[in-house]
């Protein structure tokens, strides 16, 4: 079995932790080992039920969750994709874009248990933890989003 969140060991921390303190921001790159960054991608693209977020000027964000994307009429798609297309084409913020909110469906327990879950348990659990301690010089880290 592949481990879900394994580190890669050839991360170099010091020099890390280094260009962080200098630059006061750091990014790291190949930070799962090699195999668990295709694992990941594997879910990602094929065990990942996408929404979608959006927001259009002065509207507040907005998520759709996948399994009522095929059920909104087909003016509702055009409306959000206008509004959106209007802001861009203006001064007014706007996105959009495919989302998975990982904690919104870890606390709603979109899929308790599920593969998503365990990612974001990893993602908070001390390896990964430890290591961005380390680089960022943040002993008091506790969680981390994803």
Known sequence: MIPLFEISPDLDRVALAGTF?????????????ARTALEIHRI???G??????????????????????PLMPRHEHEAIGAKVSAAMRGD???????????LDAYKGKWDEG???????????DAPFLDL???VAAMPDLVKADA
């Not at 007014?92 to 990982?102: C, L, Q």
């Not at 599920?114 to 908070?124: A, K, Q, S």
């Open 44 to 46: 990602l693209a094929s």
């Open 48 to 69: 990942t039920p996408w929404g979608i977020s959006w927001q259009a000027g002065t509207e507040e964000p907005r998520h759709i969750r996948p399994e009522a994307l």
């Open 21 to 33: 303190a200098r630059d006061g921001r750091v990014q790291i790159r190949d930070v799962p080992s």
């Open 114 to 124: 599920g593969v998503h879950d365990l990612l974001l348990e990893h993602v908070n």
């Open 92 to 102: 007014d913020y706007a996105f959009v874009y495919s989302a998975y909110p990982m």
């Open 132 to 134: 961005v301690r380390e």
